[in-house]
């Protein structure tokens, strides 16, 4: 029995392109990537939507609870729940904003900050490990392809979303 090994870009079939298959391809990646992300902070005591939060407070500073959800992809329920239960370990703080009192800041404790400092150090080996199969150039040819592909997927999510409300 011939020894399965991975094809080469010259001998993928037309059929294997196809915009199923990347999909699926995509999907499945995604799933393997993220994986080793969860199991990167799975000591933390945090899902990853929590050390995300922390992340983005980390690299951006104090920021309005709204700003966050966007940032970190979460609704404005999830965002409340994830402060919330930052907050309960004493990792975030709010406070009001100033342009408008009845806005929420948060803001990392001297404890969240340590946390995710030290976490996110590792965090970035072990995620340099798991993509470690990706020339830097590769690497940026995949970033600049998602991109690509993500802003036209979302245009026209926002195109059949206005038909649908135009009907």
């Not at 993928?12 to 199991?39: F, G």
């Amino acid at each position: 029995m011939k020894s399965k090994r991975p094809e080469t870009i010259a001998e993928t079939r037309p059929d294997e392109c196809s915009a199923t298959r990347v999909w699926l391809v995509l999907s499945k990646a995604a799933r393997a990537i993220e994986q080793n992300a969860l199991n990167s902070i799975s000591g933390l005591d945090l899902c990853l939507s929590d050390f995300a939060v922390l992340e983005v407070l980390l690299h951006k500073g104090p920021l309005p609870v709204s700003v966050i959800g966007k940032k970190v992809l979460l609704t404005s329920g999830s965002i409340t729940s994830a402060i919330d239960r930052l907050s309960a370990k004493n990792l975030v703080r709010r406070t009001a904003g100033l342009a408008d009192l009845r806005s929420r800041v948060v803001h990392l404790t001297p404890k969240g900050t340590k946390l995710i400092g030290k976490a996110f150090a590792q965090h970035s080996v072990d995620m340099e490990e798991t993509l470690a199969v990706l020339k830097a150039s590769e690497r940026a040819d995949l970033i600049r392809l998602l991109k690509k592909a993500g802003l036209w997927a979302a245009a026209r999510v926002d195109s059949n979303a206005e038909q649908r409300r135009n009907n």
